[in-house]
């Protein structure tokens, strides 16, 4: 699940470290190992906190994104579930589709990491292609699954490029790395209506062929 509301419970270093050692061994076509990876929490995250709260009146634009997030235009049936997953967040929070200041300060919460007191962001060198994007996915995956195995919960958000001028400037990234995607990471708050639902999933046979067995 895409935890959206967190505890404010510290994530010990030793925490983070054992995750990112045992993702670090995540397939990569050519053993590339593409992803680059920052770890903000106590001071630091207040400090990017700092710098991009006083400016949520941008949203939902922000400084614009260094890359297309989705592909415009979106075909079915990909429009039908991205409009649902946003349908039923929003349901959750008691939130109707009219009341728009009240969905740009849910997304909102995206930069201050819902509550998180860790921030884990992947950069990856702008030489590499969708191959190696790919790659960077699966390391992304990796780290949410062994979060799981600590007993943490993590939410994946692209939304990061939409603040790529100030994140570059923040995370002192050279002017080779891009940054992919920021990952939420720390302990659920499971009284909390955003984490009580879930998205619907097609079934095996809907995206599934199986031959020869």
């Not at 603040?163 to 720390?186: Q, R, S, V, Y």
Request: glycine share 8%; hydrophobic share 40%.
């Amino acid at each position: 699940m895409s935890c959206r509301a967190f505890l404010d419970t510290p994530v010990p270093e030793d925490t983070v470290r054992a995750i990112l050692d045992a993702a670090r061994w995540a397939p990569s076509g050519g053993n590339l190992q593409p992803w680059h990876v920052h770890v903000v929490t106590g001071d630091a995250l207040e400090d990017l906190h700092g710098r991009i709260t006083p400016r949520f009146d941008t949203l939902p634009l922000a400084e614009g994104a260094e890359y297309q997030v989705y592909p415009v235009p979106l075909s079915p049936p990909y429009t039908g579930r991205r409009f649902k997953c946003g349908a039923d967040l929003y349901a959750s929070l008691d939130i109707p589709r009219e009341d728009r200041p009240a969905r740009y300060r849910q997304y909102a919460r995206n930069f201050v990491l819902f509550g998180a007191p860790v921030g884990i962001f992947v950069s990856i060198d702008r030489q590499m292609g969708p191959p190696q994007w790919a790659d960077v996915g699966m390391f992304c995956q990796t780290v949410m699954l062994l979060a799981r195995e600590h007993g943490l919960h993590t939410c994946a958000q692209e939304a990061w490029t939409f603040w790529h001028k100030t994140m570059t400037d923040f995370l002192e990234l050279p002017e080779n790395m891009m940054l992919f995607c920021g990952i939420a990471l720390g302990h659920a708050d499971m009284d909390h209506p955003v984490n009580n639902w879930r998205t619907e999933r097609a079934e095996v046979d809907d995206f599934a062929v199986f031959r020869g067995f």
